[in-house]
């Protein structure tokens, strides 16, 4: 194997070399204290230091208003599936939810638990090939919050404008910090970080502060949000190495230039792939062109047949992570913030010369 | 600062050495696979043996039965608190829990919120100087289960033998792997990683098959003992690296010789602070001997002032975390299984040049 091969998965997935060199010198002795990062007391003055820096540049980053409070929460998104009803939903009470794949869907069982759900728009009948236009449902007057997923993973499917609720919530754990948003428009949104912010174990929670005020009293502290906007997510002991990596990625970013940089990278790695899908009929995009992700870019070949020596001989160049999800099949290329341009040449390169091959 | 000082954190804490350096080594690059440990799919073959090989060890170490499952979740202990009864109890049953302290208090309280709590035994009025014998309290016979927490890490207590009951439940975050047990007493025992068994962002629990049928199925996915258990702690992204260095920590254990090894260098260094307390009237045990914890050892100066002084003077020759939680004061040791019998021996001989120069 190469020093390092070209990592499309889709999550946990790749993270910048400066970032693991950093944490991996970190986890053996942080700041030269004489202590590795994973061992320090988290009420520590440095790791506490830790936590507001990542917090800090995360604000700076997504320019988000003092009216919301930033968690940083265990149990990934899914976790937030349960959290976000209920802490807002009641069973005499409607939510909206708009259903654009597996993630959605589990958000929409969860919820069902807590109150009334309206699923106001479903793309299901088409393998979840697009995502809805603002015109294409109706949110009921009486729903407390509209959901919605801002990138689907597993079917390569992204909003490129956002849905619009007085309290908008996006578990938006694929593409934060890919593209400038505007924080004020949302309610809540959720983002595991094992996508575009660093290793499993963590999602971070942006909250808009008079949602806190609705949360019941009578559920568990844990699954407040409330318990943690009051302590610093410091309730109870937080994941300190998720934390800390998400920290380094955020400087990353920042060292980038942030967000409209970033942007800017991911406009130009996506095209060049969907370039290479579109030239010939022999790759076939699995998204309508106008709901296309620019982080997990989905496609067929002729056959599952050539799909499956696709993939292998891909592995075999270090071009890895490249099977689609078993529910659309097919190729998956999932080319987050931190993969390289580079990679995603190698790729159309084999895609070039697979095609001419086996074409 | 030293190359490594000695960390007496109560949690996070100290790790082997040889583990922090495997992990280091594995974020950067696994395995020479070319990817990092936390850029690996988790449901890539070299995760998924990583998570097996991890569960298969503590399996080995604490010699777990069959029929209970060992399950890697997120959330911490806290999140437990919550789980246990909404599993475990409902509105109409009562759960008996046994009061010891500052963790039993806050699992009293999410109990509550589920079922009727019967709270057998309480230390609070002695600041939880002890844990009761069996015969100090009574399990009513409609208990669904009798939950505690074996070792009390703020107050320095330890059960040395344990209740019995046939839903035993345990909190063990502070002392699992540190003596051996019979898992075939418990109901469940559930233990936050960052204290005998790696970093934090992990709660290992150990479940009785038969508890799993008792999970009402209106309660949400991730909060569902079943939900895990029937997917291998896989029913989303677990946390990677935290299971990564768990599996690390249990080699390290292993390749020591196992538990028994572990509880006798256990007792050689509990016993060697203990005595250096015990010696002079100058330092003063919170806990009472029969109580007394080979994991936490708590005690207290003649002032406050002179407290300070002890903790401040240790820290700066490299002796850190020594200050005691603000509910006893003083001074609290913790010295769990990586904790090295070199810093207590430096301890010791502190404690007593101190006393000398300040006594």
Chains 1, 2 share one sequence.
């Not at 208003?65 to 930033?70: D, L």
């Not at 890919?178 to 428009?185: F, G, L, Q, V």
């Not at 050539?306 to 190729?331: M, Y």
């Amino acid at each position: 194997m190469p020093d390092r091969i070209f990592n499309f998965s889709p999550g946990p997935a790749t993270l910048p070399q400066e970032v693991l060199a950093q944490a991996a010198k970190d986890i053996i002795n942080y700041n030269n204290k004489g202590i590795g990062l994973i061992e320090m007391s988290h009420r520590s003055k440095d790791f506490i230091a830790i936590t507001d820096e990542t917090e800090a540049n995360l604000r700076l980053l997504l320019s988000i208003p003092a009216n919301y409070k930033v968690l940083f929460l265990q149990g990934g998104a899914s976790t937030q599936f349960a959290m976000v009803p209920m802490n807002l939903l009641t069973s005499d009470k409607t939510a909206c939810y708009l259903n654009t794949g597996v993630w959605s869907k589990k958000a929409i069982k969860e919820a069902k638990l807590f109150g009334n759900v309206d699923v106001a728009y479903s793309s299901e009948s088409s393998v979840f090939d697009h995502v809805p236009q603002q015109g294409d449902y109706t949110v009921p007057a009486e729903a407390q919050y509209l959901y919605f997923v801002s990138n689907n993973t597993i079917y390569g499917t992204q909003y490129h404008s956002f849905p619009s609720h007085e309290t908008l919530v996006c578990d938006m754990s694929s593409d934060i910090l890919s593209t400038p948003i505007d924080i004020s428009k949302f309610g809540i949104i959720f983002a595991g970080a094992q996508k575009n912010m660093g290793p499993a174990g963590c999602a971070v929670v942006i909250i808009r502060d008079d949602l806190l005020d609705r949360v019941p009293e009578n559920i568990p502290t844990m699954f407040k949000y409330k318990t943690h906007a009051d302590s610093g997510s410091m309730y109870n002991t937080p994941p300190c190495f998720a934390i800390h990596t998400i920290g380094l990625v955020l400087k990353w970013l920042k060292g980038l230039g942030g967000i409209s940089v970033m942007d800017a990278m991911n406009q130009e790695k996506a095209d060049l792939l969907y370039a290479a899908i579109d030239k010939t009929d022999f790759y076939k995009g699995h998204a309508k062109v106008s709901s296309r992700s620019r982080m997990n870019v989905t496609f067929n070949l002729p056959t599952p047949e050539l799909e499956a020596k696709f993939i292998t001989e891909a592995t075999a160049i270090g071009l890895d992570g490249l099977k689609g999800h078993r529910s659309v099949g097919g190729v998956r290329a999932s080319i987050y913030n931190a993969f390289p341009k580079q990679g995603i040449q190698q790729l159309v390169q084999y895609m070039d010369e697979f095609e001419k091959k086996n074409g």
